[in-house]
């Protein structure tokens, strides 16, 4: 068997997210299978890393097929980019080794959020970063973001339900950039759960807004109740934006 690696790109505003559903083709990674089985004449099933959501961007996810085919990996780029919607991209085809599986070997991710902040509204970035219209405090966000680092228990940070999946996860690092009014966060860590990404930007949201303080990092993480997190950020600002292995 032969094993393809795909780098994607995508803009997920028009999307319900990158995992395929049984009633819907209005998914990443149903496009991209719909075009694959089209030029192999039979059903391709390709493993995406990350399950984005409703809304989120990729500028990194990586995916894995395996076929019988050898393929020309310049062709088949060149022939799923013809076919898929502009608002998707595969900028690289590899051939991997046969061990190769996109979600299971990955030992790292980072997300990348962006959040407009200033007094009025971006009209050209609306859908690709998050409006906050009161001046964040971005020392204070900075300071709380520390008490995330390190391996902790997030079931205050997710919409997980499953209590026999483990909710540690390791927080590697947390950047804050201000960027010409756009403030941008990223977050690296060994994985995420579900929403984690948009909840822990929620917190320091509302910490950068003297709603919370970083202090009370450490009572929700304890507490492990969703509802002390605050509002989770919005879907639109956040980017898939690497997958290390």
Not at 62 to 79: G, I, Q, S
Not at 80 to 105: G, M, W
Not at 175 to 183: A, G, L, P, Q, T
């Amino acid at each position: 068997m032969n094993n393809y690696k795909l780098i994607i790109q995508y803009d997920g505003n028009k999307y319900k997210g990158w995992q395929r559903l049984g009633n819907t083709d209005d998914t990443v990674q149903a496009r991209i299978e719909n075009v694959l089985s089209k030029m192999l004449d039979r059903k391709i099933e390709i493993i995406g890393c990350s399950r984005t959501d409703t809304g989120v961007h990729a500028l990194g996810q990586v995916a894995n097929f395996m076929v019988n085919d050898k393929l020309n990996v310049l062709d088949t780029k060149n022939y799923i980019n013809k076919y898929l919607p502009e608002d998707i991209c595969v900028t690289e085809v590899i051939q991997a080794s046969e061990r190769f599986h996109a979600r299971y070997n990955a030992n790292g991710k980072t997300y990348l959020y962006k959040i407009w902040n200033k007094e009025h509204a971006n009209p050209f970035m609306r859908k690709y970063s998050m409006y906050v219209k009161e001046k964040l405090n971005i020392e204070i966000m900075r300071e709380a973001s520390k008490y995330f680092l390190g391996e902790h228990d997030f079931t205050a940070y997710t919409n997980a339900k499953s209590k026999s999946k483990s909710m540690l996860r390791n927080i590697k690092s947390i950047e804050i950039k201000e960027i010409n009014n756009f403030i941008e966060i990223r977050i690296s860590g060994d994985g995420f759960l579900h929403n984690m990404a948009r909840r822990i930007i929620g917190t320091l949201i509302e910490i950068g807004l003297d709603r919370k303080k970083g202090e009370d990092i450490p009572r929700i993480l304890e507490l492990k109740k969703r509802d002390q997190t605050g509002e989770m950020a919005l879907a639109c600002g956040l980017y898939l934006e690497e997958i290390r292995y």
